[in-house]
């Protein structure tokens, strides 16, 4: 680290640093300050998105920063089946250069994968994006939000012509009349967010939650509508056919600001409400009031999560709850609107930038000839070359290994081994990779692999932008150096760059790397270039797009008029399809995953930290106790959980609040107790993600 910098960094340390918390999209304001004893606390700060509070994950996030699991120096290994050891920058980079170029040189650039994560910020996505276009010379770099975002991006992209999670702050919730939110479960997952559901309801609005578990967010509705896993689209067009049947349609909103409208009449009139009670087991007359709630409110939003989307029909299932948002002239208007609650700290940004198979900054396209040579010119080089787009996510590592495929892999911020659907034969594919090269803060189930793991900063030892649920860009400060050998991702980059011999500049430091981003994304769709350090730190984040310095940013999209050339919203008709897997006489039950209060994603994290492990020290299942009875099995016992692609063996959790088809496991853990290793990796036809919703299971006594 410079001088300067690491003076910036240790002046802060003396005092508190306002700061936001490095897990989730709410990016909850928080003060980092030490004591005199050394020792770093959390507490919480006014901030728009969190208005004072934090949950759980938040109030402990300081107890990582001196854990003794930390990454202090490189580890490399000297042979495939020796072990890790330390070693220094300099070995440890020409190790990994040395690799790629030979994996290039032998196999082509194509060979050559990178995979990023939702929880790098938008400096780190956007260089990383830049390296394995430039550096690498490949098109395959994807990332994990792939498995988080990718199907409500895609629906969002379709109909409104632009991509951003909430087209609207969180602020506007409280004036919706009515808001069905979407097989989501912010209590547990955001709970600070559930300050604006409550405002909501006390000044009288009415909450709708659809979802097959009773969850701590379904029970504060006044309505659950608990639907068989995979039937999201059928709720949809059936609560769209009753709007339709019973006139609380907008035909001057249809008229005025959308196209498409009549194949969607079309497709609904087959969704009568007998008909979607037997696809989605709500009932018909719980369809029939969700319907007359959301149609008769003059205002109302609908808040799509990851139980529709990752599905292996998401884009479909987000694009049938926009077709009943937009039917209902419920988007586009003042406390109106379908969005989505984006699940990781940076899934909005980390979308836009560039790791995307086909994106490159500003949510620009890489097949869009004119998006090329914008960028292009940015980075100084000529479009040609340019890759075209590669391998989205599951596909990629589908191809570890395989002729044609990837054979050297660097990873980011994320850890595959727990998040990946279908994850039995991972490791060994990755283990059986030329060169496996991982960016971490600790060794996790994935980094442990890896031919090369480079030690990388925590969120509070090093300056960032996210971008967070609301397309609300904040930046966090360094409240600390990071220990003396541990390099940002943005200096390893740049060091790899020029040890590949790239022609290209790579800046090192992350403020370096936001001043040439900020660059790249002018004119883009997600236009940062109006967002100084100094207007970030004034204000309370500014919302894209903020074209420059005088813009005052945009927390608002389509008011006066959608994102497609003609400004107006598009339906598209869509049928619920059956899910890849739908139950059997062999495997009887729907299996679910999903997030629980108090662990984030892999929990590489979470499980680290002592207070949160000890809350929940393992994985378990849900499932209805009339179903548990049945089955002779009893609260703590162990079960046996299997699908077609393996089994884990977990303790019984009676829930009478989840369907009695259907069994849930969070999907925090790796090992033996991990959630993906049920999972089926069949995806999306558009968005490519995972069906990591629905599969078909049985559970006995173990
Ligand atoms: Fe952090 Fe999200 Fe919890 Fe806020 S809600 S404290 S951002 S994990």
């Not at 948002?325 to 979308?351: E, S, Y």
């Not at 000839?369 to 914008?374: C, F, K, L, T, Y």
């Not at 990873?411 to 081994?417: M, P, Q």
């Not at 991982?438 to 900063?457: G, K, M, N, R, Y």
Request: charge should be neutral; charged fraction near 20%.
């Amino acid at each position: 680290m410079p001088d300067g910098l690491l003076a910036e960094a240790v002046q802060r340390a003396a005092a508190a640093t306002a700061t936001h918390c490095p897990y989730c999209a709410l990016q909850c304001g928080m003060m980092l300050s030490q004591d005199r004893a050394g020792a770093w606390t959390v507490s919480a700060r006014d901030f728009p998105t969190n208005k004072g509070g934090l949950c759980r994950k938040g109030w402990t996030a300081a107890a990582l920063l001196d854990h003794p699991d930390r990454l202090a120096t490189p580890l490399l290994r000297d042979t495939k089946d020796g072990p890790l050891r330390p070693a220094g920058w300099d070995e440890a980079l020409d190790r990994v250069a040395d690799g790629l170029l030979r994996i290039r040189a032998e196999h082509g650039p194509s060979a050559l994968g990178v995979f990023g994560g939702g929880g790098l910020t938008n400096e780190k996505a956007y260089l990383l994006g830049k390296f394995a276009r430039l550096a690498l010379g490949t098109g395959n770099i994807d990332y994990n939000g792939r498995f988080c975002m990718a199907s409500a991006a895609a629906a969002g992209l379709r109909a409104f012509g632009i991509d951003r999670g909430l087209p609207f702050p969180l602020a506007d919730i409280p004036g919706a009349d009515a808001i069905l939110i979407a097989g989501s479960n912010p209590a547990e997952t955001m709970p600070p967010i559930m300050q604006y559901f409550e405002a909501q309801r006390a000044r009288g609005g009415r909450l709708i939650v659809s979802d097959p578990r009773r969850t701590a967010t379904a029970k504060l509705a006044d309505l659950h509508l608990a639907l068989t896993p995979g039937t999201d689209a059928a709720l949809a067009n059936g609560l769209l056919h009753v709007a339709v049947r019973d006139r609380l349609i907008d035909p001057d909103f249809i008229e005025a600001r959308t196209t498409g409208w009549e194949s969607v009449r079309r497709v609904v009139a087959s969704y009568w409400p007998d008909r979607a009670e037997r696809v989605t087991g709500v009932p018909a007359q719980d369809i029939e009031r969700a319907a007359h709630l959301l149609g008769e409110a003059a205002t109302a939003m609908i808040l799509s999560g990851r139980g529709p989307e990752q599905q292996s029909q998401g884009t479909a299932n987000a694009t049938a709850f926009i077709n009943l948002a937009l039917a209902l002239g419920k988007a586009g208007r003042p406390h109106c609107g379908w969005g989505c609650l984006t699940g990781q700290g940076n899934g909005q940004g980390g979308r836009e930038h560039g790791q995307k198979n086909d994106q490159l900054p500003g949510y620009r396209k890489l097949d869009n000839p004119d998006h090329r040579a914008a960028v292009a010119a940015v980075w100084d080089v000529d479009p040609d070359i340019l890759p075209r787009p590669g391998m989205p996510a599951i596909e990629m590592l589908r191809s570890l290994g395989q002729p044609g495929g990837v054979r050297g892999l660097l990873v980011a911020a994320s850890n595959l081994v727990v998040s990946v659907p279908d994850a039995a034969g991972l490791p060994d594919r990755l283990r059986g990779l030329d060169l496996l090269v991982v960016l971490d803060q600790f060794l996790t189930e994935t980094s442990s692999l890896a031919d090369v793991v480079l030690p990388v900063p925590q969120w509070a030892e090093e300056s960032g932008t996210m971008t967070n649920l609301e397309g609300r860009v904040v930046r966090r400060l360094a409240a600390r150096p990071p220990p003396p050998e541990v390099w940002t991702d943005t200096r390893i980059l740049s060091a790899l760059a020029a040890r590949l011999g790239c022609a290209a500049a790579f800046p090192a430091e992350p403020d370096a790397v936001f001043t040439e981003f900020r660059r790249a994304t002018a004119g883009g769709v997600a236009d940062y270039a109006g967002m100084s350090p100094e207007r970030l730190a004034e204000a309370d984040g500014l919302f894209w797009p903020c074209p420059d310095d005088a813009h005052p940013g945009t927390p608002r999209l389509f008011q006066t008029r959608f994102g497609h050339p003609d400004g107006r919203a598009r339906f598209t008709a869509v049928e619920r399809l059956s899910s890849a897997e739908e139950p059997d006489a062999d495997y009887p039950l729907y299996l679910t995953t999903g997030r629980i209060l108090t662990h984030y994603q892999s929990g590489a994290q979470t499980r680290r930290v002592a207070e949160l492990q000890e809350a929940e020290p393992d994985a378990f299942v849900e499932i209805h106790p009339d179903t548990a009875r049945g089955l002779g099995l009893r609260a703590g016992a162990m079960a046996r959980i299997a699908t077609r692609r393996g089994s884990v063996v977990l303790a019984v959790r009676p829930t009478p609040g989840i369907r009695r088809d259907t069994l849930f496991v969070p999907f925090h853990w790796g090992g033996a107790s991990s959630a993906n290793l049920l999972t089926i990796d069949v995806v999306d036809p558009i968005s490519r993600m995972p069906e990591l919703k629905v599969c078909a299971a049985r559970i006995e006594l173990a």
